[in-house]
């Protein structure tokens, strides 16, 4: 007698479930050696001679006497000190840099144009003829930058970063196999910087969250003068308590989509966070990050407020696999 259609199904469904899981398996065990990817950055060029002095009204980092080379993360911030973008600054002999996604590019450059065009200074999309290596793992670290690139420092589950130009790929590539990198996978990528906690501008960090709240303190220099947003973020510092910040969830259900409405089992007209990332990891199965309320602990369970069988469990960041045990 042939075998009924459920019971076959079983193992195929199985099957095929390991063959989905098993390069995301692969990949991250190779990130924690060695391996990389390639995207296509957004880059600003300011230049000027009033570049600097500019800038450094703008950004929450300090741009003085950055030596050709170096780099820095830093924000730009409304007059209330809400969160327009974040970019890793890099200076350049006449001119300064800030790479930061693709699809951030026009608005960041209308924004800066507007106050650029009171000084002697210019803001332009410089991002054509570019391409970013992001790292991953110690085994990268003595990778060089290519003729007319630069390195970019750490951030989160990133070892660095090569700025380069589109011509250096191949020697970029040559460079990166010598030391044993792999490329991974962009589902990899998402989920490897959901476990470091690193937010994603225009998802986890929006014009609605203060630097704060969302895992910025390493883009905020507490020395420098005037910027925009300076005093809120100072007194933020000085006397403030934040209500908020960014978390991971660990979802017990099956991932939830971002945009979904956490709440309390016991009070699901109030919410106390939204899904902004989701993706499933290779050590902690389906995961996420929001910005949740500090009534929301760490260890607490949230449930979707749609759909309250669907549980999210709260978690520090980064992630631990000492917090699930």
């Not at 398996?25 to 002095?53: K, N, S």
């Not at 989160?156 to 970029?172: H, M, V």
């Not at 050590?283 to 929301?296: D, H, K, Q, T, Y």
Request: glycine share 10%.
């Amino acid at each position: 007698m042939p075998k009924s259609s459920s019971s076959s199904a079983g193992p195929e469904a199985e099957a095929g479930a390991r063959g989905e899981t098993e390069p995301l398996v692969r990949e991250t065990e190779a990130a924690r050696r060695g391996a990389h990817r390639f995207i296509a950055p957004g880059v600003l060029a300011v230049e000027g001679p009033d570049r600097e002095a500019f800038l450094q009204g703008q950004l929450t980092q300090d741009v003085r006497g950055l030596a050709p080379g170096a780099a820095r993360l830093a924000a730009g911030l409304t007059p209330k000190g809400k969160v327009l973008f974040f970019a890793t600054l890099l200076a350049e002999p006449e001119r300064l840099l800030l790479v930061l996604p693709l699809g951030a590019v026009p608005p960041v450059v209308a924004h800066l144009s507007r106050y650029a065009a009171f000084q002697k200074t210019t803001v332009r999309d410089a991002s054509g003829g570019r391409l970013l290596a992001e790292l991953y793992g110690p085994d990268t670290a003595s990778v060089p930058a290519p003729h007319g690139g630069a390195r970019l420092p750490p951030w989160g589950e990133l070892a660095g970063a090569i700025l380069a130009p589109d011509s250096a790929r191949e020697t970029l590539e040559a460079a990166l196999a010598a030391v044993g990198s792999v490329p991974i996978s962009e589902a990899t990528a998402e989920a490897l910087r959901i476990e470091a906690g690193r937010p994603r501008l225009g998802f986890d960090a929006t014009d609605a969250h203060l630097p704060d709240e969302v895992g910025l303190e390493a883009a905020i220099s507490r020395t420098k003068g005037c910027y925009v947003g300076q005093e809120i973020v100072a007194r933020r510092k000085t006397y403030g308590k934040p209500t908020r910040r960014l978390v991971g969830f660990r979802f017990e259900d099956g991932l939830l989509e971002p945009g979904t409405s956490l709440a309390s089992p016991d009070r699901l007209d109030r919410e106390l966070s939204r899904v902004t990332s989701a993706a499933v990891s290779a050590r902690f199965g389906p995961i996420g990050l929001g910005v949740a309320s500090f009534e929301a602990a760490e260890g607490a369970t949230l449930v979707s407020a749609a759909e309250p069988a669907r549980r999210a469990l709260v978690a520090g960041l980064p992630f631990q696999p000492s917090a699930f045990e």
